[in-house]
């Protein structure tokens, strides 16, 4: 019985390094997709300066709020661009924007 926890330890230490990898995942694509207008670390200015900092967001609306916008079609105002997000983007962008939430 004493083996069991050392045989456990593989199961329980994936879902964190998927997790760390979707982490990563969505960074880059906030980085590549999204920074141009919103500051998308966790000290930057927005570029844009009427674009929220991702570290923000979940100020306004509780972060899974924004799953079905983004699969959806994100369309917040003329000013900013619509994204469809396909559904293996719109994972790893939820938990890399709640990975860097100030509330
Ligand atoms: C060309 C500039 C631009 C780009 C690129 C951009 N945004 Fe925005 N975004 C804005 C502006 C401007 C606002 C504020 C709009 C307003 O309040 O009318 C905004 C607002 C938002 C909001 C807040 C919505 C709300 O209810 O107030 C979210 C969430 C958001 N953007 C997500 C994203 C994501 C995710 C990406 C990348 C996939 C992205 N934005 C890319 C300009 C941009």
């Known amino acids: 019985m004493r083996a069991l926890p050392l045989l456990l330890l593989p199961f329980l230490a ?3 390094l998927a997790n760390e990898a979707q982490i990563a995942k969505g ?3 906030a980085e590549a997709n999204c920074a141009r207008c919103h500051a998308v670390g966790t ?3 927005s570029p ?3 674009s929220i900092p991702f570290r923000f967001v979940g100020r306004l609306y509780p972060i ?3 799953a ?3 699969a959806e079609g994100i369309a917040v105002s003329h000013e900013m661009p619509e994204f469809v997000l396909e559904a293996d983007q719109v ?3 939820l ?3 709640d990975s860097i939430q100030v509330r």
Do not use: C, S, V
């Open 68 to 70: 079905e916008a983004l």
């Open 48 to 50: 844009n300066p009427r």
């Open 95 to 97: 938990l890399y924007l």
């Open 64 to 66: 899974d709020y924004l």
């Open 91 to 93: 994972e790893p962008l």
């Open 14 to 16: 994936t879902p964190l």
């Open 43 to 45: 000290t930057d200015h």
């Open 27 to 29: 960074q880059a694509f």
